[in-house]
């Protein structure tokens, strides 16, 4: 049976990728090698981690004065990583769900937290505004996407402090103004790569904001220095991702991407809107999520929820079922995902409907 990936990350990722990545475990580059079995000092690596950079740079049309490096750890790592270089006294946070409460509480560990706003109040169904961002803080983080709760920030703010955004979950997915942030950073599993590599783009003056003397591994100008290769990089999974990117230059660039995304969502928030069993998690259509589309059955219809989940997979619909802390449905809905994936998932929306 053809499935469709909805899974939530590790998550879908193009047929060129897997085609490719299939074809370099075989045989890298003609060299009779599996990109498996290489050195991560060989020329050829050396290639792929330089395009990856300038692939990275061309995307996000990322202006001088800024560096790419690809590391190990996970987002998960970036979280201590910026408070142990850049909180020397206090940072600010806006806390928008689980993975930025994940930055919060590392950064408690040095220094004081300004959690300048909180959409807890309402299970984290929203994107908070009308806040003040304290002008003493070292930085501003936000979570641009928040996988887990599908809410999206669509737009790059204006802050009056450096600004720093966990875009795990949506990077890639539009044109972002990179010149409004000092630091971007990403988990690639979500949207354009295996797990195993993290993207970090970094602002080379905010380095001059360093608070502390940091582990070899945490400093980020090391990183820079050593071309992402201080140690063993992901060399496969950064392989990987430069096919990703590679295939979203090919597809009209992070341009198209959002294209496809509004397409993509608008068509399932449609339909979660027009079905009389659904309800959306995010009321505000400005700050529901393109890329994790959260929705519930209404209370009256509460208890099929394990039966719409079981005819969802009977039709090859892959990981639909909601995080565990939020319950309910989440439609992931990445780079990658085929509309026709997305009409597979409204037909049986309708069909279950029908059943009702
Ligand atoms: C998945 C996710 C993380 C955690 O990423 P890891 O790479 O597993 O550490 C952090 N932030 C967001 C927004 C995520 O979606």
Redesign the pocket.
């Known amino acids: 049976m053809k499935k469709h990936n909805f899974n939530p ?1 590790p998550a879908i990722l193009p047929d060129y990728t897997y085609e490719k990545s299939i074809e370099a475990i075989k045989d890298f580059n003609n060299s009779g090698l599996s990109i498996l079995s290489i050195s991560h000092r060989s020329k050829d690596f050396d290639a792929v981690m330089d395009k990856a950079v300038t692939t990275t740079k061309q995307l996000l049309d990322i202006p001088e004065g800024y560096s790419v490096i690809f590391l190990g750890g ?4 970036q979280f201590f990583t910026i408070p142990y270089n850049f909180l020397g006294k206090k940072a600010a946070y806006l806390d928008t769900g689980t ?1 930025a409460l ?1 930055g919060i509480k590392e950064a408690k560990l040095y220094g004081e937290v300004d959690v300048v706003a909180s959409s807890k109040d309402k299970n984290y169904s929203y994107i908070p505004r009308n806040y003040t961002i304290p002008t003493d803080a070292d930085y501003f983080e936000i ?1 641009s ?3 887990i709760e599908g809410t999206e920030i669509l737009e790059d703010y204006d802050s009056p402090v450096p600004l720093i955004a ?1 875009m ?2 949506d990077i890639f997915s539009r044109p972002v103004d990179v010149s409004k942030y000092v630091m971007i950073f ?2 690639a ?2 949207n354009f790569a295996p ?1 195993g590599v ?1 993207i970090v783009i970094i602002k080379d003056s905010f380095l001059d904001h360093v608070v502390r003397p940091v582990p070899t591994m945490c400093d980020y100008k090391v990183h820079i220095e050593k071309n992402s290769m201080k140690n063993t990089p992901p060399v496969f999974p950064i392989y990987a991702a430069l096919m990703t990117m590679e295939w979203i230059v090919d597809s009209g660039g992070v341009k198209e991407m959002e294209k496809r995304a509004i397409a993509r969502s608008d068509k399932v928030y449609a339909e979660i809107e027009r079905n009389k069993l659904f309800a959306p998690n995010v009321s505000d259509p400005a700050d529901r999520s393109r890329m994790n589309i959260t929705f519930n059955l209404l209370p009256e219809y509460k208890e099929l929820e394990g039966a719409f989940v079981d005819f969802t997979k009977e039709r090859g619909l892959v990981g639909i079922k909601g995080h565990r802390s939020v319950g309910g449905f989440r439609a992931s809905c990445y780079n990658a995902l085929p509309m026709e994936s997305v009409d597979a998932l409204i037909a049986a929306m309708k069909d279950f409907e029908k059943k009702i």
């Not at 996970?74 to 790592?77: F, I, Q, R, S, V």
């Open positions: 990350g996970g987002a998960t790592t993975w994940g979570c996407n928040n996988t966990d795990s979950s990403g988990g599993q979500k797990a993290t």
